[in-house]
């Protein structure tokens, strides 16, 4: 693909977020390093997704990759979703968990979860995930005093007017030396984006909560982070004490 043409900044894959400015490079990472080592069900998940009308709120397949290593890298066993769409980064976190781990993942959209569902009950790893309908917050407030501390890894990728509201709770959820990683923290490059400049209205009306989250993450003296630009952004966060 040329990226000398008109074609300049639009991508290939349906419903990408690369922040790279290179289609040429993006496509290389892709298809270098990801596409060969995808798993089938994986790729069959994302196939089945790219044709869903909202697929633009799926995960790109170069961040599946790196959470499915980070998962394993930290030896995850009890973990936490927060916003699963059709599970693309379910499954690539049930893939890395052991037999015996466990996902919490909650989602206002069962019928999204359940166009996955088949792929990942195919894949051998449906009995890793306790899937919940309905916000997430009043779950998290319940959850709080039971089970302080206890959740290795956390991803969060969700309604961003609540990242902070999310933030508050899963400090307490997660244990000290856990991570959580929150997605979409460069925001289509809207985060340095001039305040007139044209945008889409989802991410000019999501980005100053997204501003505002990056801003509370790095003065939180609770956790360290990492910023990297994956998919759309997406920042770690590990728990300190």
């Given amino acids: 693909m040329s990226v000398e043409t008109g074609d300049q900044g639009r991508h290939q894959e349906v419903g990408h977020k690369s922040l790279l400015q290179s289609d040429a490079l993006y496509q290389y990472i892709l298809e270098t390093s990801v596409y060969p080592r995808e798993p089938e069900a994986m790729k069959e998940l994302r196939e089945l997704t790219a044709k869903h009308p909202w697929n633009i709120m799926t995960s790109s397949a170069d961040e599946g990759q790196f959470l499915n290593m980070l998962l394993k890298l930290i030896n995850a066993k009890n973990t936490m979703e927060i916003g699963v769409y059709t599970g693309y980064s379910l499954l690539a ?15 206002i959209n069962r019928d999204n979860y359940e ?6 009950e195919k894949a051998g790893v449906a009995h890793k995930i306790d899937f ?26 969700a309604d ?15 244990k ?33 909560f ?29 728990r300190l004490s």
């Fill in 160 to 174: 961003k007017d609540n990242y902070i509201n999310y933030h508050k709770r899963l400090i307490d959820l997660v």
């Fill in 115 to 120: 166009l996955g569902l088949p792929i990942i």
């Fill in 93 to 107: 976190t049930a893939l890395a968990l052991p037999e015996d781990g466990k996902i919490l993942a909650m989602d």
């Fill in 132 to 157: 919940k309908e309905g916000p997430a917050l009043p779950v998290l407030d319940q959850m709080i005093e039971d089970y302080h501390g206890t959740f290795d890894f956390i991803f969060v990728d």
């Fill in 176 to 208: 000290v030396g856990g991570v959580i990683g929150y997605d979409n923290t460069l925001w289509n490059g809207s985060v340095v984006a001039p305040p007139d400049a044209p945008m889409r209205k989802y991410v000019r009306y999501y980005r100053d």
């Fill in 210 to 238: 997204v501003l505002e989250l990056n801003k509370a993450l790095a003065a939180d003296p609770r956790i360290e982070i990492c910023m990297l630009p994956v998919g759309d952004g997406i920042t770690l966060c590990r």
